[in-house]
T-cell receptor
Framework: GAVVSQHPSWVICKSGTSVKIECRSL??????MFWYRQFPKQSLMLMAT?????????EQGVEKDKFLINHASLTLSTLTVTSAHPEDSSFYIC???????????FGPGTRLTVT | GESVGLHLPTLSVQEGDNSIINCAYS??????FIWYKQESGKGPQFIID?????DKRQGQRVTVLLNKTVKHLSLQIAATQPGDSAVYFC???????????????FGTGTRLTIIP
């Protein structure tokens, strides 16, 4: 149980285009999901906290107009990278909280490459 | 912030030996800690957690030790196997085990390589 999926697993896009990444909790409902970014050989950096039915909370330094987050249902959060640039190339990982449990369940990640 | 240009600390261990991975955490107010394992191209996988009211917790082949005095956390893996090769991250939070929605701060990570 407690499986989180991401789609797509990898994506290549051209500079200036937008890319949407989906995060789904497959067998549980998650009112809270988190989005992380991980550059090669580096740690996970929290980008934003996504709450179902409300606006996301962004970490300092993360542009909310560039990284659009929508958490429209209890099983789906989306991250849209708008006007992507090569420096946005990274591994994007989401996690979902199981009810009020303290454990975050992580998705498998999405590799974004912007050319 | 991000640590650009740093290399992950690495640890190489002979198969069957025990390994110890260390982590120094930053916030003295953190009261909940988790160890994650991340294999290449995958998301983090929960290994074991510990609350600040404990100094040791054991799981299957793994033990986490917490020293709040020096803000140090360690993960011990017994009888390492090739499948243990991965990057290991510690993560800390404040109130994470109580409120359930507190954000995690991840450490730098250590790459563990098991030598057959």
């Amino acid at each position: 149980g407690a499986v989180v999926s991401q789609h797509p697993s990898w994506v290549i896009c051209k500079s200036g285009t937008s890319v949407k990444i989906e995060c789904r909790s497959l067998d549980f409902q998650a009112t809270t999901m988190f989005w992380y970014r991980q550059f090669p050989k580096q740690s996970l950096m929290l980008m934003a906290t996504s709450n179902e039915g409300s606006k996301a909370t962004y970490e300092q330094g993360v542009e909310k107009d560039k990284f659009l987050i929508n958490h429209a249902s209890l099983t789906l959060s989306t991250l849209t990278v708008t006007s992507a640039h090569p420096e946005d190339s990274s591994f994007y990982i989401c996690s979902a909280l199981l009810g009020v449990a303290y454990e975050q369940y992580f998705g498998p990640g999405t590799r974004l490459t912007v050319t | 912030g991000e640590s650009v240009g740093l290399h992950l600390p690495t640890l190489s261990v002979q198969e069957g030996d025990n390994s110890i991975i260390n982590c120094a955490y930053s916030n003295s107010a953190s009261d909940y800690f988790i160890w994650y394992k991340q294999e290449s191209g995958k998301g983090p996988q929960f290994i074991i957690d510990i609350r600040s009211n404990m100094d040791k917790r054991q799981g299957q082949r793994v033990t986490v030790l917490l020293n709040k005095t020096v803000k140090h956390l360690s993960l011990q893996i017994a009888a390492t196997q090739p499948g243990d090769s991965a990057v290991y991250f510690c993560a800390e939070s404040i109130g994470g085990s109580v409120f359930g929605n507190e954000k995690l701060t991840f450490g730098t990570g250590t790459r563990l390589t098991i030598i057959p």
